[in-house]
């Protein structure tokens, strides 16, 4: 699961777009219809606001069609009040390039107390993301990894609430210009834009016809059913081999707990925190993988992409890493801190998903992870453990929950993937044959 609705979501320029040259005057049909119905759904299903609540919106400047269709609906919701956060995406890559080598291990007081109003009145948050893949290539990884490691802690409490679900919390897609040249090389501007959004609209059960909401509670109630059979099996461990060389083992805590569809928060108020979302996950024991595992897709981090790498693991710790392309950006971010040195997050997406049958490459994590069963380094969700939301630090590393500042979802799942489970009473049953869940 995609996590970190950064108040900084802006991180790359989008190079050409039409910024000052007019609107974006889209050819998809019934566009501005799909365009309402995807802002009722982040609202109405992925975030879920309540009335008298005041969420929070952060958008690039580019997605400004849908953030403000999303401020329309949260208040025609019966919120209090709407926080909206833009971002341009020019500005902070000018930031990173130019700015003087201290600001990037100073965090602001200003913004320390933004966090902290946000977490006190527990305002539901919207990311909307769309920004170049590549849109950091050529800044220094080291000025990246210092504003992250200087930010980490004044906002941890914040995130910390974030991934312990205390408020509801989404993350989604707008494409831009840059985004979509790259996900379709063979088309320019406008026409890109279009193949994207029909790639968006279809993934996320977007037809125009207005009923976007009641096609996703009928998808989470698939998934919910299938999260309760791993439920039931109560895996002591999974074992996952493809022909890749992919042979990697994962022992998972003793209390986990298979999540997927929505989330809720403790007053019992469901959300979905990635639209789109195919995925069924849970924590895997920090100190418990063993062996190699290959990525199946390129890796979009901090503005570069990652691609042709594998891990290798030793008492849950990754000891070994190689890339083809985009290596130095990869160890950095597992360099980040202790915890980024282990998983966090190991999801289930069948091969056969409706993202991947589209046979796009997004190189966005939020879909990608979702045409793909995929693996995280760095911080584990506390609710993938029976009572974990409820147990400190030192708790839930105790209880088999990896600690760390960071959370980067990398994409493992081939159409001969094999995972096999192990239960407690020494049974193999086979969860994943041939890219595709086996029940």
Known sequence: MQTGIAFFAGTGYNEGTKSGKGEYASMVKDFKAKLKEYAHLLVEVGMNVQPGQTPRIAAPIECAPLARLCVEAAYDCGTRDVVMDWTDDFVSRQRYLKADEAVFSEFPSYLKARFDWLLEQQAPALSITGSDPEALKGVDPARIQTWQRASAQPTKPYYDAMTANRFQWCVAAYPTRAWAEKVFPDKRGEEAMDALWD????????????????????????????????????????????????????????????????????????????????????????????????????????????????????????????????????????????????????????????????????YNTLFDENASCHLAFGSAYPNCVKGGEKLDGKGQKAAGLNQSMNHVDFMVGTADLSITGSTWDGREIPVFVEGNFAF
């Open 199 to 362: 790639a968006i609209f279809s993934v996320c059960r977007i037809t125009g016809d207005g009923k976007g909401v009641e096609r996703w509670k009928e998808h989470i109630e698939a998934t919910a059913r299938r999260a309760k059979i791993l439920n039931d099996y109560n895996f002591k461990s999974l074992h996952y081999t493809n022909s890749l060389g992919t042979d990697l083992t994962i022992r998972l805590p003793d209390r986990h707990v298979w999540m997927g569809g929505a989330d809720a928060t403790p007053a019992g108020v469901e959300f979905v925190a990635n639209m789109p979302t195919e995925e069924i996950f849970t924590a895997p024991r920090w100190d418990g993988v063993d062996g190699r595992v290959y990525a199946a897709l390129p890796l979009a981090l901090n503005g570069n992409l990652v691609r042709d790498f594998y891990l290798d693991f030793r008492n849950g710790r990754i000891v070994d890493v190689h890339a083809g392309e985009g290596e130095e950006v990869l160890k950095n971010s597992i360099n980040l801190d202790e915890g980024s040195s282990y998983l966090g997050e190991v999801a289930l997406v069948p091969y056969d998903s409706p993202i991947r049958n589209t046979g796009v490459l997004f």
